[in-house]
């Protein structure tokens, strides 16, 4: 069974800097999908980044970019010169190849507050 | 715009009660999901339907029952209703259910209590 943690429940930084957070996966599956989202204070949920297990290269969209430590089953979500607007609760979540279901299992989710 | 509407926003409902939680998207995409998101749990994944047919349901009870009238839409029947079922559902789509790298796109939410 697949399973996706985030222990970082919550973290705060000054606007400008860089917020990193952690997560890591289990499954038994050698391709599958990795991606962050963020849900925003209103409940919107925006996806952010992609990451292609078979890829070493790590994927960077805008000022997000990942650190994907596959021998650590370990996609770290960094966020560069922070802003107050990415305050959100940052969800990892992983899917497997194959099948038909297109199932996503998301992590807990990490708060991250942007301070002024 | 959203391209994911959701309907109702809020939903009070009463225990025993029976209510139908609308999702449509124009987005143009052939698979759809619904996901359920409790206080303090993660985002659950609850069913998923490609081209109108049903996929895969993780749902331990039958009295989610999700309905497909038109390809782009995907309501959630929800009978019986607990204060156990006091979540927001949202709904998702993407391009195809089994093209695994595709990101699902979420809907603004449904939020139900149930009293």
């Known amino acids: 069974a697949q399973k996706v943690t985030q222990t970082q429940t919550s973290i705060s930084v000054m606007e400008k800097t860089t917020v990193t957070m952690d997560c890591v996966y289990e499954?038994?599956?050698?391709?599958?999908?990795l991606f962050w989202y963020k849900q925003t204070a209103s409940g919107e949920i925006v996806f952010l980044i992609r990451q292609d297990s078979y890829k070493k290269e790590n994927a960077t969209v805008g000022h997000y970019s990942l650190n994907f430590q596959k021998p650590k089953s370990s996609i770290g979500l960094i966020i560069t010169a922070t802003q107050i607007e990415d305050s959100a609760v940052y969800f990892c979540?992983?899917?497997?190849?194959?099948?038909?279901?297109?199932?996503?299992?998301f992590g807990e989710g990490t708060q991250v507050t942007v301070i002024s | 715009d959203p391209k994911i509407i959701q309907k109702p926003k809020y939903l009070v409902a009463v225990t025993g009660s029976e209510k139908i939680l609308i999702c449509e998207q124009y987005?143009?995409?052939?698979?759809m999901y619904w996901y359920r998101q409790s206080a303090k749990k993660p985002l659950e994944f609850m069913f998923s339907y490609s081209y109108q047919k049903l996929m895969d349901n993780q749902t331990a009870s039958s009295r989610f029952q999700p309905q497909s009238s038109k390809k782009n839409h995907l309501d959630l029947q929800i009978t019986a209703l607990k204060p156990d079922d006091s979540a927001t559902y949202f709904c998702?789509?993407?391009?195809?259910?089994?093209?695994?790298?595709?990101?699902?796109?979420f809907g603004e939410g449904t939020r139900l209590s149930v009293l």
């Open positions: 979540a992983m899917r497997n190849t194959g099948g038909l279901s297109g199932k996503l299992t």
């Open positions: 499954t038994q599956d050698s391709s599958y999908f």
């Open positions: 987005l143009g995409h052939n698979a």
């Open positions: 998702a789509s993407s391009q195809d259910a089994e093209y695994n790298n595709q990101a699902p796109l």
